[in-house]
């Protein structure tokens, strides 16, 4: 985000063009970036490849009495980030991420080596 609004910055103050598009092109990356990202969590959630060991959880159950409470800090996890939480029209989370950062990719890379008139 402080890229993109750098880049809205350098064009409403009317600062170099290719300033712009540099700052936008890098937009760009960041979200090629993104979507290789959610490409590699999906697969890990599809099962196409493994995930990183620390990528399960142990966690049985939350903790019920305040004495266990530190215990149970060092012992429960976070989810696993094998199992998709949430699925809309078929794709995890992930692999939405997948779909949004291509599309945002899109549009910055069409801003940079668009047709100046």
Known sequence: MPIALGAFATAAFRLPPALTRLLIG???VMMLI???MGVYHSGVEWGFWPGPTTC???AATATTSAQNLLE???TVHGP???VAALRILGL???GWNVVAALILAAIAFRGVFAKRS
Do not use: P
């Open 26 to 28: 890098v937009v760009g």
């Open 34 to 36: 993104a979507a290789g």
């Open 56 to 58: 399960s959880t142990s």
């Open 72 to 74: 149970d800090l060092n």
């Open 80 to 82: 696993s980030c094998t």
């Open 92 to 94: 995890s989370l992930a």
